[in-house]
């Protein structure tokens, strides 16, 4: 089982935010909201934030202006992983990885079907790795977000979470 070193310091990363939907805005967008505050309180920084519609070309023109931007370590999307025509997200994520992180989704979807049953099967939810920045793509509800971060993301970002985290391979992401 996973436990905090805590003698340890930890160390704060910078992330961003982007929400993928045909109808959130700043002001109603609970998961968005839900993600900046969760990012905050473990000491991290957010340090941008967008909305953008399901296509796949306007949200690979986002991720590949933050994952050039050499100061940030994370983003984290939230919307478009289902299965209807209009959930893109997945899709273009496959255009910009590096490698995917399939551990991810496959936990995810656990903890999913232990709320919600085999309804957890529509949840295309997915993570990579991109030019050495991580990619958490989560559903847009809320309470999926609040599974993925407390569940997952939340210790995994954590330099102080052992066995291992996500955070101590940073600098070895880019290795060849």
């Excluded at 809320?142 to 997952?152: N, Q, T």
């Amino acid at each position: 089982m996973q436990s905090l070193e805590e003698n340890r310091k930890g160390i704060s990363i910078n992330v961003a935010v982007l929400t993928v939907s045909d109808s959130r805005t700043i002001e109603n967008d609970k998961s968005g909201k839900y993600l900046i505050k969760s990012v905050e309180e473990e000491g991290h920084k957010c340090i941008e934030r967008n909305i953008i519609i399901d296509d796949v070309n306007k949200i690979i023109k986002v991720l590949r202006k933050w994952i050039d931007d050499k100061g940030i370590d994370v983003i984290i999307i939230t919307g478009g992983t289902g299965i209807t025509g209009r959930d893109v997200t997945p899709e273009a994520i496959d255009k910009i990885k590096d490698k995917y992180i399939p551990g991810f989704g496959e936990v995810f979807r656990y903890i999913s079907y232990k709320k919600i049953g085999s309804s957890s099967i529509q949840s295309r939810a997915i993570a990579c790795v991109s030019k050495g920045t991580f990619i958490f793509s989560l559903p847009g509800s809320p309470g999926a977000c609040k599974d993925a971060w407390e569940g997952i993301i939340k210790m995994q970002l954590d330099s102080r979470n052992k066995p291992c985290n996500l955070i101590e391979l940073m600098p070895r992401l880019l290795e060849k």
